[in-house]
């Protein structure tokens, strides 16, 4: 199977670099970079180091939100494997990627979801770990998705789980040692980064509202209930 990873970022310039360099150098079939319209150098650097390394740049001229993003990498992607990598990463390795894809490429998992060991929360009761951006998954599985995916913004992440969840799939968790994600504290002021909690809550809320037949269907299926 083909692999594609996709990087989407919004004004990451400080780590940008070297997450699609570092993507970049592994070996896989097809990397795409969506800059999801960064007003900060997030442009320029990506058009220096794509001098050097191949990947397909997708610009987009004003934010659209994560999940449109996404969606626009997933569309673009040739690869019947897709591997979703965040852009503020830190620390991250080789063997990240490998136990991200590996359960994916041996038909052990559906979708891996992958978790940062270097997170403030203990990674082995941390209640958010199914919000993580690393992830590992089918093309063919997630292509229904796509136009929902475009209008979820920062609730792309649940509309996926509970996309997977309502279809039964079966979902995987590993733990990424070593990889570091920052905190909206790490990367903004305290206000800032509590104003965006608040509003990704939001985002995360209305998704789940908008899609309650997914959560229904997934409660159903796990109850063993009549589907209606």
């Keep these: 199977m083909n692999i594609t990873a996709i990087i989407c970022a919004y004004n990451e310039e400080n780590t940008i670099e070297d997450v699609v360099t570092l993507v970049s150098n592994y ?39 994560k999940g ?13 494997v897709i591997m979703f990598i965040d852009a503020d990463l830190s620390n991250i390795q080789d063997k990240h990627f490998t136990e991200l894809l590996t359960p994916i490429l041996n038909n052990k998992a559906d979708m891996v979801l992958g978790q940062p060991t270097e997170t403030f929360i203990d990674t082995s009761i941390n209640p958010f770990k199914s919000f993580t951006g690393q992830r590992a998954l089918k093309k063919s599985d997630i292509q229904p998705i796509i136009e929902k995916m475009k209008k979820s913004r920062f609730g792309v992440e649940t509309l996926i789980n509970l996309y997977y969840q309502s279809e039964n799939k079966n979902i995987k968790y590993v733990m990424l040692e070593g990889l570091k994600h920052p905190t909206k504290f790490d990367k903004t002021s305290t206000q800032q980064a509590m104003k965006e909690f608040v509003f990704e809550g939001q985002e995360i809320a209305i998704t789940a509202i908008k899609n309650y037949d997914l959560v229904i269907k997934s409660i159903k299926d796990k109850l063993n209930m009549p589907k209606f």
């Design 27 to 65: 070996s896989i079939d097809e990397v795409i970079v969506v800059n999801d319209g960064s007003t900060d150098k997030t442009d320029s650097i990506l058009k220096e180091i794509k001098k050097y390394y191949n990947f397909n740049y997708i610009i987009l001229p004003k934010n659209k939100g």
């Design 68 to 80: 449109f993003a996404m969606a626009k990498g997933i569309e673009k992607a040739k690869g019947d």
